[in-house]
């Protein structure tokens, strides 16, 4: 059988570090988050990183769990990894508002995601809280249950003068059921066609991502391997920030899919095993 990077020969600069992504890559959960199916080489392929000594991360754009929350269950299922590599774009909002001298934060998501930013000492509240349009940042992440009183709200905190923070906008992502809607998004989408705010993403595929996620790693943006199954999502990161990007086909792109994006959104390499990340000197150092 052919390799399926066959036809893929951008040649790969060196690599020291991995991003992976979790939802179709590592993993497929069901559409409502509550169980998970670990996806093929997974735990292999994260054994082996470790056996040899290599770092990486998890960077999901999900905020519905903190790490100290979702890492036993990615455990439970054997993948071989502590809470500290799980990263999820809460912690990269709470690095970039501490470094914005943001005070306090209307959160539109679920409690899970307002506990994530109350442990880095920011003041946050809800939009049942009197103080909601008084705030100096809105910040919208996981949000099912959002209605029109909470849309309302954030356009009137923004109106305000809160800047517009989000953890993802990224119109959809991959479950064992399919595509399923990725609600900050949506709740995005309505609040910005009503306020024309500017917004700031601390998710994929912005540059703060990477950078977060190389100096997590401890190594350049440009030698870091960034895995993951989403053109418009892993790769666009990897292509702006000059890093590797590795397209695996067990979530929303098939290799045909990957063939089809122009070079902005195309890999360096398309993988069908996750071991093929560790092959043709793509971790040579230079000298």
């Not at 609040?191 to 996620?213: D, E, N, Q």
């Not at 994006?261 to 993988?271: D, E, S, Y």
């Given at each position: 059988?052919?390799h399926s990077s066959?036809?893929?020969?951008?040649?790969?600069?060196?690599?020291?570090?991995?991003?992976f992504?979790?939802?179709g890559?590592?993993?497929l959960?069901?559409?409502?988050?509550?169980s998970?199916?670990v996806?093929?080489?997974?735990?292999?392929?994260l054994?082996?990183l470790?056996?040899?000594?290599?770092?990486?991360?998890?960077l999901?754009?999900?905020?519905?769990?903190?790490?100290?929350?979702?890492?036993?269950r990615?455990?439970?299922?054997?993948?071989?990894?502590?809470?500290?590599?799980?990263?999820t774009p809460?912690a990269?909002?709470?690095?970039?508002?501490?470094?914005?001298?943001?005070?306090?934060?209307?959160?539109?998501?679920?409690?899970?995601?307002?506990?994530?930013?109350?442990?880095?000492?920011?003041?946050?509240?809800?939009?049942?809280?009197?103080?909601?349009?008084h705030?100096?940042?809105?910040?919208?992440?996981?949000?099912?249950?959002?209605?029109?009183?909470?849309?309302?709200?954030?356009c009137?905190?923004?109106?305000?003068?809160?800047?517009?923070?989000?953890?993802?906008?990224?119109?959809?992502?991959?479950t064992?059921?399919?595509?399923?809607?990725?609600y900050?998004?949506?709740?995005?989408?309505?609040?910005?066609?009503?306020?024309?705010?500017p917004?700031?993403?601390?998710g994929?595929?912005s540059?703060?991502?990477?950078?977060?996620?190389?100096?997590?790693?401890?190594?350049?943006?440009?030698?870091?391997?960034?895995?993951?199954?989403?053109?418009l999502?892993e790769?666009?990161?990897?292509r702006?920030?000059?890093a590797?990007?590795?397209?695996v086909?067990?979530?929303?792109?098939?290799?045909?899919d990957?063939s089809?994006?122009?070079?902005?959104?195309?890999?360096?390499?398309?993988?069908?095993?996750?071991?093929e990340?560790?092959e043709?000197?793509a971790?040579r150092k230079?000298?």
């Amino acid at each position: 059988m052919p390799h399926s990077s066959d036809g893929w020969n951008e040649p790969l600069g060196p690599i020291e570090g991995f991003v992976f992504d979790l939802d179709g890559t590592l993993i497929l959960s069901n559409r409502s988050l509550g169980s998970y199916r670990v996806l093929p080489g997974a735990v292999e392929i994260l054994s082996e990183l470790q056996s040899r000594g290599i770092p990486f991360v998890i960077l999901t754009n999900g905020t519905a769990y903190r790490a100290c929350e979702q890492g036993p269950r990615l455990r439970a299922l054997g993948l071989p990894i502590s809470d500290d590599v799980l990263l999820t774009p809460n912690a990269i909002a709470a690095d970039l508002m501490l470094r914005r001298a943001v005070k306090s934060v209307l959160v539109l998501g679920t409690s899970g995601v307002g506990n994530a930013l109350a442990e880095s000492g920011f003041d946050i509240v809800f939009t049942d809280n009197e103080r909601a349009e008084h705030v100096d940042a809105v910040y919208i992440a996981w949000h099912p249950e959002c209605g029109m009183k909470d849309i309302e709200t954030a356009c009137k905190a923004i109106w305000n003068g809160a800047k517009l923070y989000v953890a993802s906008d990224v119109p959809f992502f991959a479950t064992a059921g399919g595509k399923s809607l990725g609600y900050s998004h949506a709740i995005t989408a309505a609040v910005r066609k009503i306020t024309r705010a500017p917004m700031t993403l601390t998710g994929k595929p912005s540059l703060h991502a990477l950078k977060f996620v190389a100096k997590k790693l401890r190594i350049p943006v440009r030698r870091v391997g960034v895995v993951g199954d989403d053109p418009l999502v892993e790769m666009i990161m990897a292509r702006r920030g000059k890093a590797i990007g590795f397209g695996v086909t067990g979530g929303i792109s098939s290799l045909e899919d990957w063939s089809a994006q122009p070079k902005a959104r195309r890999p360096h390499r398309v993988i069908q095993d996750l071991g093929e990340i560790l092959e043709r000197n793509a971790l040579r150092k230079e000298n």
